[in-house]
């Protein structure tokens, strides 16, 4: 047979960009079906996984269970973790601030407080604290006393119980837990005195109140001083 008389070979056709039927597809077209095909996919998964969750069968399962045990765990730690560094970090700060630890573990530890009751509170301070991490709840300090405590000659903003927030608010969110200090001091001469304000706590600082800190130093020393009784 003559090369001449052979059917004739088909002639290459470059790739066709309109995508016509019966057309081979472009390089572009492959690409936007890829890309339409992954969204697809994720726009399946993110509708099924909630229904997969609430299942249920699934919810009940043990495989499930161990999983988010060993999710609040993994959580849990890492919560822990970032708070210690924090805490650290901070009576590193402090330490260097006032010249060494011993300032810091004196006012903790007086010298002359009774041993038993002083472990007794720092065992009932742990514990809520404990719970306040565990709820996610929150941390609230108490302030009562004279013009001391209520910062009287002083900006609000540099008030103790201020700069004692400032301090501590960072640390508590790394356990989401929202630490607050409310400050009830009054002036001496106002009426109150460290006689009676001690009976109007729940209505000065709230019912909620996890610590409250006691300041009349100053005045109690002047009653005391002038035989009062």
């Known amino acids: 047979m003559e090369r001449s008389d052979r059917t004739a070979l088909p002639q290459y056709q470059p790739l066709s960009v309109s995508n016509g039927p019966g057309e081979v597809p472009s390089a572009r077209a492959l690409f936007k079906k890829k890309i339409f095909t992954i969204i697809t996919v994720i726009f399946i998964c993110s509708a099924a996984l909630p229904i997969f969750v609430n299942n249920e069968f699934v919810r009940d399962s043990d495989l499930y269970k161990e999983y988010l045990l060993k999710m609040k765990t993994l959580t849990w730690s890492r919560q822990i973790q970032k708070t210690r560094t924090a805490v650290k970090d901070m009576r590193a700060m402090l330490e260097e601030y006032y010249g060494g630890p011993e300032i810091l573990i004196d006012t903790f530890e007086l010298p002359d407080h009774n041993k038993e009751i002083h472990e007794k509170g720092i065992q009932t301070l742990a514990h809520k604290m404990a719970r306040a991490m565990v709820w996610k709840d929150q941390f609230v300090v108490g302030a009562i006393g004279n013009s001391v405590t209520a910062g009287h000659d002083n900006c609000n903003y540099d008030s103790y119980e201020q700069q004692l927030e400032r301090l501590m608010k960072p640390i508590w969110s790394n356990v989401y837990v929202n630490f607050e200090v409310r400050n009830a001091g009054t002036g001496s001469q106002c009426g109150d005195t460290f006689k009676n304000q001690i009976w109007c706590m729940r209505n000065l600082v709230g019912d909620d109140v996890d610590v409250i800190q006691y ?13 009062g009784v």
């Open 215 to 227: 300041s009349w130093t100053y005045d109690e020393k002047i009653y005391n001083t002038a035989g």
